[in-house]
C-alpha cells in the first residue's frame, strides 16, 4: 500500500526559531499533497496544498509567511514553521495523493512544541 | 456552505456489541465520502470509501458504512468491536477536483468497556 512518511515525528523548538517537516510519500509519487493540523482533541483542519513544482495554495486565514511550503519533487514536500511561537504548537500532518478522486495517504504527522 | 456533521463527540461501547457512528453532510452534490480512523501515535488509516453503486461499503476490520441519499449519511457500522477499535473516527466527504484537500468532521472518540 501507498506509504507516507513524516521527519521527524516529535519537536520540540524555543520560541523565534524556525522548525522545517519533511513529508515523503515512499512507494508513490504524489500530484499532490496536503498539509493539515490538529490541535488535541480536535479535528484536522486544512492549511495548504501543494502540487509539485508550483506554489502551495493555503487555506484562508493561514499565513504564508509564516508556514512555509515547498513541493520540490512528487516525492517530498516540506513544510517551515517560521519563527515559531508557543501558540503554533499542534500535530502537523501531511497526506500526498495521486490526484484526482484518488485516495488521501496520511503521513503519522508531527508533534510540534514550541517553548 | 459545505458542511459535515459528526453529532457524537464520545461513544462508549461495550466489548462485542456493534456500532453505528453516524455522519451527516451538507453539499450541493452528492460527494465522495471517506471514513478513516486515528489511533494514539498512528497516522489517520482509511476505513472505507464511498464513490458510486452499491451504497452499502465494506471496509477494513470488519467496518462498513452504508450511504443513503435521502438522509445526506454516510455512517459506519461494525457487528461487533474489539478493544482495539478503541480510537478516533473522521467522517470526510470530498467534492473537489483532485485539487483540494479533506473537509474532516469533528471526529467520534470510540471508548470500549471491558
Known amino acids: 500500500g501507498a506509504v507516507v512518511s513524516q521527519h521527524p515525528s516529535w519537536v520540540i523548538c524555543k520560541s523565534g526559531t524556525s522548525v522545517k517537516i519533511e513529508c515523503r510519500s515512499l512507494?508513490?509519487?504524489?500530484?499532490?499533497m496536503f498539509w493539515y493540523r490538529q490541535f488535541p482533541k480536535q479535528s484536522l483542519m486544512l492549511m495548504a496544498t501543494?502540487?509539485?513544482?508550483?506554489?502551495?495554495?493555503?487555506e484562508q486565514g493561514v499565513e504564508k509567511d509564516k508556514f512555509l511550503i515547498n513541493h520540490a519533487s512528487l516525492t517530498l514536500s516540506t513544510l517551515t514553521v517560521t519563527s515559531a511561537h508557543p501558540e503554533d504548537s499542534s500535530f502537523y500532518i501531511c497526506?500526498?495523493?495521486?490526484?484526482?478522486?484518488?485516495?488521501?495517504?496520511f503521513g503519522p504527522g508531527t508533534r510540534l512544541t514550541v517553548l | 456552505a459545505q458542511s459535515v456533521t459528526q453529532p457524537d463527540i464520545h461513544i462508549t461501547v461495550s466489548e462485542g456489541a456493534s456500532l453505528e457512528l453516524r455522519c451527516n453532510y451538507s453539499?450541493?452534490?452528492?460527494?465522495?465520502l471517506f471514513w478513516y480512523v486515528q489511533s494514539p501515535g498512528q497516522g489517520l488509516q482509511l476505513l472505507l470509501k464511498?464513490?458510486?453503486?452499491?451504497?452499502l461499503v465494506q471496509g477494513i476490520k470488519g467496518f462498513e458504512a452504508e450511504f443513503k441519499r435521502s438522509q445526506s449519511s454516510f455512517n459506519l457500522r461494525k457487528p461487533s468491536v474489539h478493544w482495539s477499535d478503541a480510537a478516533e473516527y473522521f467522517c470526510?466527504?470530498?467534492?473537489?477536483?483532485?485539487?483540494?484537500?479533506?473537509?474532516f468532521g469533528k471526529g467520534t472518540h470510540l471508548i470500549i468497556q471491558p
Open positions: 512507494d508513490f509519487q504524489a500530484t499532490t
Open positions: 497526506s500526498a495523493s495521486l490526484g484526482g478522486k484518488d485516495t488521501q495517504y
Open positions: 453539499y450541493g452534490a452528492t460527494p465522495y
Open positions: 501543494s502540487n509539485e513544482g508550483s506554489k502551495a495554495t493555503y
Open positions: 470526510a466527504p470530498y467534492s473537489g477536483g483532485g485539487a483540494d484537500g479533506l473537509t
Open positions: 464511498y464513490f458510486s453503486g452499491d451504497t
